[in-house]
């Protein structure tokens, strides 16, 4: 149980165009979910927080024009990166946090590889 | 604002050994801490979750150890086989916000 898939997994797209990232929650419900960004070798930085049915909260420093998040529903959140350029691509991952388990738990989904030619 | 450091930033062992990774943070006011593999291009796997009142948790050959006070974590495998070989991110999850925080990560290679 508490599955979350990414779509695309893969994505090369040319600089200018945008590109939309789904995260889905297959197997539960989820009121919060959470995009991260993962550079070559480093880290992941969390870019934004995402409530069902109300804007997302973006970290410092992250754009949030750039970066549109969108979750319409409980098990589904959207991060369009618009006009990409190069230096947008990234890992990007998304988690969820099921709706009846507080702060115990989050779920990670298994990336999406974002290439801006 | 919370920093995670994991040290060291890679390390390479023989096949069979135990071994440490380190964890530390500077923020104590922690609701609990991840730890999680990411093996090349993939996402994330949890390994163990120790809540803030625990000292440790165990799962197989793994063990992680929480000390609040000192603001470190460990995890420690036990006979290590080259399909442990991944990096390792510890995370802390910040008391009264949502976030988690991650450390830099060890990278770990196993050798046969």
């Known amino acids: 149980g508490a599955v979350v898939s990414q779509h695309p997994s893969r994505v090369i797209c040319k600089s200018g165009t945008s590109v939309k990232i789904e995260c889905r929650s297959l197997?539960?419900?989820?009121?919060?979910m959470f995009w991260y960004r993962q550079f070559p070798k480093k880290s992941l930085m969390l870019m934004a927080t995402s409530n069902e049915g109300s804007k997302a909260t973006y970290e410092q420093g992250v754009e949030k024009d750039k970066f549109l998040i969108n979750h319409a529903s409980l098990t589904l959140s959207t991060l369009t990166v618009t006009s990409a350029h190069p230096e947008d691509s990234s890992f990007y991952i998304c988690s969820a946090r099921p709706i009846d388990r507080g702060f115990l738990e989050q779920y990670f989904g298994p990336g999406t590889r974002l290439t801006v030619t | 604002k919370q920093e995670v450091t994991q040290i060291p930033a890679a390390l390479s062992v023989p096949e069979g050994e135990n071994l440490v990774l380190n964890c530390s943070f500077t923020?104590?006011?922690?609701?609990?801490l991840q730890w999680f593999r990411q093996d090349p291009g993939k996402g994330l796997t949890s390994l163990l979750l120790?809540?803030?009142?625990?000292r440790e948790q165990t799962s197989g050959r793994l063990n992680a150890s929480l000390d609040k006070s000192s603001g470190r974590s460990t995890l420690y495998i036990a006979a290590s086989q080259p399909g442990d070989s991944a990096t390792y991110l510890c995370a802390a999850l910040g008391f009264g916000n949502e976030k988690l925080t991650f450390g830099t990560g060890t990278r770990l290679t196993i050798i046969p």
């Open positions: 197997d539960f419900q989820a009121t919060t």
């Open positions: 923020d104590s006011a922690i609701y609990n």
């Open positions: 120790i809540q803030s009142s625990q």
